[in-house]
Structures are given as structure tokens and as C-alpha cells.
């Protein structure tokens, strides 16, 4: 069975420009979630998404937005790139009460 | 609020037992987790546990929970050099997002 799959696994952006992040969850699993993990920041929360409406976002400005489409899939986007938005963005899938996480997204902006 | 704390760095010899704390401020956790992330790699589901669990023993990992204390701990029997890798211990109550600590970087000398 395949597991969380991110895309694309890397992604070099301008500041100012957008980024599309991209994450299809386990088969089966009607949850995502969203993280950020910078360089010496640990794991912070982004959003979560479950059966297709947010259910609870971080402490993160509104350019970072996203949504789940109906076959739960998972979009993030982040609008208005900042430099300091490069990072590893991990997506994760749940089925109660395990959590398992994609390879992330690392994104770089310049 | 929720917080997660960790220690930082742990080093030990190949062979021995290694044991890597966590300590959790949310009294209403469900759930407690442990992951292991390797360089440049997603989050990798190592075992979790219950609240009103006092012990979980998987394969060489074994997980204590003093639920008075707030405390979580991981122990790796027979530690390899494979086992070198971020140990990230996480929380949640199951109606949010998990919460992780800032992660226990285990260096497993040969």
C-alpha cells in the first residue's frame, strides 16, 4: 500500500513569487495535515484539513493557505514568498490514532 | 497550552541501551508518539501510546509513561548505527493536531 506521497520533492521559488505544495494522503485516511519545519525551528503546525473543510490552522500569516479536494488529496500554498519560508514541508495522513508523514516538499526561496 | 520538551543530543556506543526523554505539559493527552527522522527524510512512525497505558514494548523499543510526572520515554535496546537519527516525541488529545517536542538527536558511536 503506498504511503503519504509529496510533490514535488523539491521546489526553488523568487521571493514574491507563490508555491503549490502538494500531498496525497494514505488510501483510506480522510485527514492532512500541514507542517513546517525550518532549520533549527522544529516541527511547527500549519493547518489541518479533515473530510474536505479546515478544521484548525497554526500561528501562521493568512498568505499561507490550502484546502483538501474531495478525494482527500491536499493542497498548501503560500502566497507573497518570504526568504525565511524556505523549509521542509511535511504533509501527513491519519487514520486514528497514528499519523504518518510524506517525504516533505523542500522548499527553497531565493 | 500544549508544550513538548526534549533534550537536545544524545550519544552512545553501539551495543548499549539508549533512553530518550520527553516531558508534556497537556494533562487531557490521548496520545503520545514517537518518530524518527532521518537526514533530508520525512517523519517515520516509530510506535505510540495510549494515556492509560504504563507500557508499550515493540520489537528492541520500549516506551514508559508516567502519566503523573507528564513524562514519556523511548528506550532502544541493542543500539545500532543505524538508530542515529532525530527522535521527535509528539502529543495529542485527539481533536487537534499533534504536537511535537523539538526533537533528540541520537549519535550512535561504532
Known amino acids: 500500500e503506498a504511503g503519504v506521497t509529496q510533490s514535488p520533492t523539491h521546489l526553488i521559488k523568487t521571493r514574491g513569487q507563490q508555491a503549490t505544495l502538494r500531498c496525497s494522503p494514505i488510501?483510506?485516511?480522510?485527514?492532512v495535515y500541514w507542517y513546517q519545519q525550518a532549520l533549527g525551528l522544529g516541527l511547527q503546525f500549519l493547518l489541518w484539513?479533515?473530510?474536505?473543510?479546515?478544521?484548525n490552522r497554526g500561528n501562521f500569516p493568512p498568505r499561507f493557505s490550502g484546502r483538501q479536494f474531495p478525494n482527500y488529496s491536499s493542497e498548501l500554498n503560500v502566497n507573497a514568498l518570504e526568504l525565511e519560508d524556505s523549509a521542509l514541508y511535511l504533509c501527513?495522513?491519519?487514520?486514528?490514532?497514528?499519523?504518518?508523514f510524506g517525504q516533505g516538499t523542500r522548499l527553497t526561496v531565493v | 497550552g500544549e508544550d513538548v520538551e526534549q533534550s537536545l543530543f544524545l550519544s552512545v556506543r553501539e551495543g548499549d541501551s539508549s533512553v530518550i526523554n520527553c516531558t508534556y505539559t497537556?494533562?487531557?493527552?490521548?496520545?503520545l508518539y514517537w518518530y524518527k527522522q532521518e537526514p533530508g527524510a520525512g517523519l517515520q512512525l516509530l510506535t505510540y501510546?495510549?494515556?492509560?497505558?504504563d507500557m508499550k514494548q515493540d520489537q528492541r523499543l520500549t516506551v514508559l509513561l508516567n502519566k503523573k510526572d507528564k513524562h514519556l520515554s523511548l528506550r532502544i535496546a541493542d543500539t545500532q548505527t543505524g538508530d542515529s537519527a532525530i527522535y521527535f516525541c509528539?502529543?495529542?488529545?485527539?481533536?487537534?493536531?499533534?504536537?511535537f517536542g523539538s526533537g533528540t538527536r541520537l549519535q550512535v558511536q561504532p
Open positions: 484539513y479533515d473530510e474536505g473543510e479546515e478544521r
Open positions: 488510501s483510506g485516511h480522510t485527514s
Open positions: 497537556d494533562s487531557s493527552s490521548t496520545y
Open positions: 501510546i495510549f494515556s492509560n497505558m
Open positions: 501527513a495522513s491519519s487514520l486514528e490514532p497514528a499519523a504518518f
Open positions: 509528539a502529543e495529542s488529545t485527539g481533536r487537534r493536531a499533534l504536537t
